[in-house]
Each structure stands twice: as structure tokens, then as C-alpha cells.
């Protein structure tokens, strides 16, 4: 594997921004991560306070006993529970075979920074993946995209899940999972690898009952000797630790939906539309209630807090009980888990994609009424990965692969296709439809005298003259198309491997598909490669 980096160009103008010009955004945010000094002034920063670490450490090694481990993942534990340490922490939903490639890259992300920043500051740094089993809309998450000859099919896990179940409460049915994997890997093609990757994740699915633990299985299994350690967002021990926190939240609900539509307004009026969908009754909780989880809202003239149905009325002193007896109900929405987030972990920084860069950047002052700080922000990796053919086929086509990134193959395909288009014939078609029109003119004209009734039939006379000369103008294109077939079959590949349905990579393609391809190794060499976190696109030439 070779590593290279491009110029392409992000989709999401504020998260460009922070990436390129942070100066303009950085009042939106705590820390610089432009400065060199960044991490050891967080570092700094997070010495002076108190975490309860044993508390999560035992939370999250009783979360991961039923995963795959190794001595790394047991010294990262160690590591953990030393007052001296911090943590590089990113998340993501439970995706079926770890969802879409961007997972993955966030993943790697997680574990190369916090490599990098343990041997710049010589202090024990350790990964921590956010899993968010307490997710609820698994419509995101039941599906992978697979590729076809000439596009992708959304390849749905066909089980029905009804109402908003927490991802880590949808329990799949075994056999169908199974099945369903097999008609996945169809897809992929028949490998030199596809056995012993189905048998991985037969594993994985003999192992676990959830959407959550069938993922974080998997993760464990390609990851564990990178030292990853996994928290689910939805575990009954993690709510137990949580308890205070959720009190502090709830008390303060008020304080922190006015800091972030503060925050937002002051977004909005640099020209950046607001990432956070909330209003001024926001309580930022969610409750979960016969498996359906019910996102709270604060109803100041009766003083209560209301789910959006109205099904569900709590005073604060009885959210406050409810809380005590029965923390495993309660859950953060997009707000309050950042908050959460801090207060739990000595985070050194958060990777983040370009939608989470955009939503944190709403946060700062909620964060400072409580009496806290947005951490560094470090944006995930962005990759694509090159193969040797997808390689060759750009430069036979003569395309820059920052081209392809930035805009597909359209373009490109579209002069070819006018270069091979034989004028002449075009010319002599294009005469005649004028010719048949100028004549049918006259003739309509003269039935028009003879008989009014015959108009019509004249009419569609021409229109089927006209048909029949466009079917045949189809038809010799499509043989001069044929003739052509090797190139527009490679303009095809290019995109579907770089710019799938005009998509970057990493939303569409699944890690498996290399993996049935290449191997386990394939992880391997991805985490031994030299990355920066720079902003910059990475091509990785495999």
C-alpha cells in the first residue's frame, strides 16, 4: 500500500472551513487545533480535574467481556484506569458488517492519533470507540450497499423492527442474518478470501443477539490488538455512572437549549445554517417507554416536561425519581451527549466527521454554562482507496483521480461520447426531421381543406415518421457505443469504485468488499501506513 494525498474538495462549508481557514470559525470552539501546542495544553487542562475511571473501566471491560480480546485491549484498560491518562474518543451507529466505510476510517482515526499523541506526549493515550447502541432509527443501519454491473442495491436486512427501539435492543433472528449475509457476499463475488471472511462473521452472529453487539463483535475481531476499547452508549452500567450528570441536565435543560440557539443564531448570521434541529422547548432528553424512545420537551406554562405524542407528562420531581430508580430509561440526544461525553472521559480529542464538526461547533457556550469545554475537535480521516485497476483504467482515460473525487466522470464521459459521434449521419437525420416536418406542414394544411376530421391522423402520420427515425438514430449509436464498449465500461468502473452514485467512497462501499478481496492483512496494512491529520484527502493505492 502506498499513501498519497489530494485535493478534494468537502462538502459541508463549515467543517471546509475549520479544516482549511480555521481562523474564520475558531471562536466557534475551544481549543486551535492549528497550534502545535494543542494537545499538551488539553493535556494540561485535563490533569486538573477528576474522572471516575476505575467506574468506567469496569463498565467498559464488562461491556466488552463478550467480544474478541487480546493483551492490548487489557493494557488499554490498565492504561484507563491511570490518573495520568486520557483518551482520543470517536463514535458512530451500529452499521450492519460495520456500515459504511467512513466507520472504518474513524475507527483507524481513533487509534493512529491516539499512537501518535501518546509517544509526542509521553504519557499513556488510549482509544475509545462510542458505539450509539442508544440510536433509535435503525432504518440507517439495516442495510449495506452492494455492488452490481452497472449500480448499487441497497441490500436491506429484511426483519421487521417496529416503533424506536434502541439499536442495542433489536435483537436479529440468527438464521436470517445468516442468510442474509450470504446473499450480501453474492455480490461481492467468490474470493480467494470470501470463506474465511464468511466464517468470521458466521462467528460474529453465532456470538451476539443485537444490531450493537453483532458490530462490535466484528470491530473487536479486526481491532483488538490495536488496544480499541468499545462503549455502548445504551448500557445499563454506563446509565448508573451517568445518573449525576443526567440530574445536572435536566436541571439546567433551559440554560443549555438557550446557549445553543444563541450559539446558533450567531452561526447564521456569519452565512452557516444551523446543524442542530431544536426550539426553545427543548429538554434534550429522550425516555424510553415500552421500547419506543420518546424524545422530551419542557412545557413551561403547565411546568412539565412532555414527550412529542403527549403521551408521557412528568413533573421534574418525578423525572427526578424516575431517574433514580430507573437511569436506563434516560438518553442524550445530539446536545447533551457531547456534554456527557466530557464529563466522562479525560478526552484529549474527539474525531469527527463533517456533519459533527458542524453540529459541535453549536455547543461552546452550552458547554460553558456548565462548567465545561468542547475538546479538540480533529476531523477523521477522509479516504479513498485506489486499486491497482480502478489505477489503471484513470490513466488510460487520462483522469486526475482529484478530478473523479470532485465530480464523477460525467464530464469526461460525455466528450467522449460526443468525440466518437459519426457528424455525418447526425447531420443527414437532423435534415430530414426537417425536411418531413416542412412537408407535413403542406400536407396537414392541404387535409385541413379536404377534410378537418383527417388533421389528427396526419398529425400522428408525422409524429411516428419522426419516432421511427429517432428509434433508428438510437440504434447506430448504440452500435457506435459497442464499438466503444472497453472504454465506457472503464469510465463505468472509475466511477463506481471513486464516485459511486455521485457519493464519496467511503457513504457507499463496505469494508467487506476489500476484505473478501484482500484478506485479513488488509486492516493491517491500513493501520501501518504514515497518516497526518491535516484535513488533507488521503488516497491510499492498494
Known amino acids: ?36 501546542t494543542v494537545f499538551r495544553q488539553r493535556y494540561d487542562d485535563l490533569m486538573k480535574r477528576d474522572f471516575n475511571r476505575e467506574g468506567m473501566a469496569e463498565c ?42 467512513y466507520t472504518i476510517h474513524k475507527i483507524i482515526s481513533i487509534i493512529k492519533l491516539a499512537e501518535q499523541q501518546e509517544k509526542a506526549l509521553g504519557q499513556p493515550v488510549v482509544p475509545i470507540f462510542w458505539v450509539a447502541g442508544e440510536d433509535h432509527d435503525h432504518l440507517e443501519i439495516n442495510h449495506i450497499f452492494a ?6 442495491k441497497k441490500k436491506n436486512y429484511n426483519e421487521t423492527f417496529t416503533g424506536k427501539m434502541m439499536a442495542s435492543h433489536i435483537e436479529f433472528d440468527k438464521n436470517k442474518m445468516h442468510t442474509w449475509i450470504r446473499q450480501v457476499f453474492s455480490y461481492f463475488g467468490d474470493r480467494a478470501h470470501t470463506k474465511e471472511m464468511l466464517a468470521v462473521v458466521d462467528e460474529a452472529i453465532t456470538q451476539t443477539r443485537t444490531f450493537t453487539e453483532f458490530f462490535s463483535y466484528l470491530v473487536m475481531y479486526f481491532f483488538k490488538d490495536y488496544g480499541l476499547l468499545l462503549i455502548d452508549s445504551a448500557d445499563p452500567k454506563l446509565r448508573q455512572l451517568e ?78 425519581e424516575l431517574l433514580e430508580s430507573s437511569p436506563e430509561r434516560f438518553s442524550n440526544n445530539v446536545v447533551t451527549r457531547p456534554l456527557m461525553q466530557e464529563w466522562l472521559f479525560p478526552t484529549l480529542a474527539f474525531i469527527a466527521g ?19 469545554q ?46 466518437i459521434k459519426d457528424e455525418g449521419f447526425e447531420s443527414l437525420i437532423m435534415e430530414t426531421k426537417n425536411e418531413l416536418d416542412n412537408r407535413y406542414k403542406e400536407i396537414i394544411a392541404k387535409v385541413r381543406e379536404i377534410d378537418l376530421g383527417h388533421v389528427h391522423l396526419a398529425e400522428s402520420n408525422l409524429a411516428v415518421q419522426i419516432r421511427q427515425l429517432e428509434f433508428l438514430q438510437r440504434k447506430v449509436e448504440d452500435s457506435i457505443a459497442k464499438k466503444h464498449g472497453s472504454t465506457l465500461e472503464k469510465y463505468h468502473r472509475v466511477e463506481q469504485i471513486l464516485k459511486p452514485d455521485g457519493q464519496p467512497q467511503e457513504r457507499i ?8 478481496e484482500y484478506g485479513m492483512n488488509f486492516i493491517d496494512e491500513l493501520l501501518n501506513l504514515p497518516y497526518e491529520f491535516d484535513g488533507r484527502h488521503q488516497i491510499i493505492r492498494i
Open 374 to 419: 468542547v475538546p479538540p475537535i480533529v476531523p477523521r480521516l477522509n479516504i479513498t482507496l485506489l486499486d491497482k485497476t480502478t489505477d489503471r483504467d484513470l490513466d488510460e482515460l487520462n483522469l486526475s483521480i482529484e478530478a473523479v473525487l470532485n465530480r464523477g466522470t460525467a464530464e469526461e464521459k460525455e466528450r467522449f461520447l460526443a468525440s
Open 354 to 372: 463533517p456533519g459533527e464538526i458542524a453540529y459541535w461547533g453549536e455547543l461552546l457556550p452550552a458547554f460553558q454554562k456548565m462548567g465545561s
Open 243 to 320: 445518573k449525576p450528570f443526567f440530574s445536572r441536565l435536566i436541571h439546567n435543560r433551559q440554560v443549555i437549549t438557550d446557549s445553543v440557539l444563541n450559539q446558533q443564531e450567531k452561526k447564521q448570521g456569519m452565512g452557516f445554517s444551523k446543524a442542530i434541529e431544536i426550539d426553545g422547548y427543548a429538554a434534550n432528553l429522550f425516555y424510553y417507554h415500552e421500547n419506543e424512545r420518546e424524545l422530551l420537551e419542557f412545557d413551561p406554562t403547565e411546568n412539565i416536561f412532555v414527550s412529542k405524542t403527549n403521551e408521557l407528562r412528568f413533573t421534574e420531581e418525578e423525572l427526578m
Open 60 to 101: 467498559i471491560n464488562h461491556y466488552m467481556n463478550k467480544f474478541p480480546t487480546s493483551a492490548a485491549v487489557k493494557r488499554s484498560l490498565e492504561s484507563f484506569r491511570d490518573s495520568r491518562s486520557v483518551a482520543v474518543i470517536g463514535g458512530q451507529q451500529a452499521g450492519l458488517l460495520t456500515g459504511p466505510l
Open 147 to 152: 455492488p452490481q454491473k452497472e449500480n448499487f
Open 1 to 36: 500500500m502506498e499513501l498519497e494525498n489530494a485535493a478534494v474538495l468537502a462538502t459541508n462549508r463549515f467543517a471546509s472551513l475549520y479544516i482549511e481557514d480555521m481562523e474564520s470559525v475558531k471562536d466557534f470552539f475551544q481549543y486551535n487545533i492549528k497550534e502545535e
Open 509 to 516: 462501499w463496505n469494508i467487506f468488499y476489500y476484505l473478501n
